[in-house]
């Protein structure tokens, strides 16, 4: 199984841009890299998903390096909402639907 | 977009029950998995339908079954409930492939007593 390793938590400030690594040192030429996070009490949300450039959406960046073993996830200016546990999963060719979550990286944001 | 709704919200059986969660899937995914998030964990794959058939099943036994819709909604079922089934069980849409995302509902809270 696409594995990635995540640190157990981080803190950042409001306002503040915050990045998430993560280091996916197995990863295949065909994974994709998804992130997704989950709010106490909710499913997981979306966020963004690349496979070999940067991505920018309206929620994140997303940088990806070059050897495609490592990921950030940039939030560019946190805010008390965006306080929630964040997974970095390989959405591996063949998988049929299977994301493996890992424990994420819970991320706290203070005021 | 209509999103991923499940029902009910919270569930609470007996051990040794059978019971069936509901899920709707986004407007125009064909695709529906199911997950099992036991607290403090991340959520396990039970198992994916396309086209109305199982296509990709993780590591349940099979008193963990489901069913998709032509209308692509989905039900899961579980039967012979045991105390460790008391998890939250989401349902996730989306379009076959890698390179598309999976729409998550807020989930069903089972609890098994």
């Known amino acids: 199984d696409a594995k990635t390793t995540q640190p157990n938590s981080m803190e950042s400030n409001e306002e503040e841009p915050v990045h998430l690594p993560c280091n996916h040192s197995t990863i295949s030429g065909t994974d994709y890299i998804h992130w997704y996070r989950q709010l106490p009490s909710q499913g997981p949300e979306y966020v963004i998903h690349g496979l070999t450039s940067n991505v920018n959406n309206r929620m994140a960046s997303l940088a990806i390096a070059e050897d495609r073993k490592s990921s950030t996830l940039i939030l560019h200016r946190a805010t008390l909402r965006d306080a929630a546990v964040y997974y970095c999963i390989l959405n591996y060719g063949g998988s049929q639907g299977n994301l493996i979550f890992g424990k994420g990286t819970k991320l706290s944001v203070k005021p | 977009e209509t999103g991923v709704t499940q029902s009910p919200t919270h569930l609470i059986k007996t051990r040794g029950q059978q019971v069936t969660l509901r899920c709707s899937s986004q407007?125009?995914?064909?695709?529906v998995s199911w997950y099992q998030q036991a607290l403090g964990q991340g959520p396990q794959f039970i198992f994916q339908?396309?086209?109305?058939?199982?296509?990709g099943r993780g590591n349940f036994p099979p008193r963990f079954s489901g069913l998709q819709f032509p209308n692509y909604s989905s039900e899961l079922n579980v039967n012979a409930l045991e105390l460790d089934d008391s998890a939250l069980y989401l349902c996730?849409?989306?379009?076959?492939?890698?390179?598309?995302?999976?729409?998550f509902g807020s989930g069903t809270r089972l609890t098994v007593v």
């Open positions: 407007s125009g995914h064909n695709t």
């Open positions: 339908y396309y086209r109305e058939e199982e296509n």
């Open positions: 996730a849409s989306s379009l076959l492939g890698q390179n598309y995302g999976y729409t």
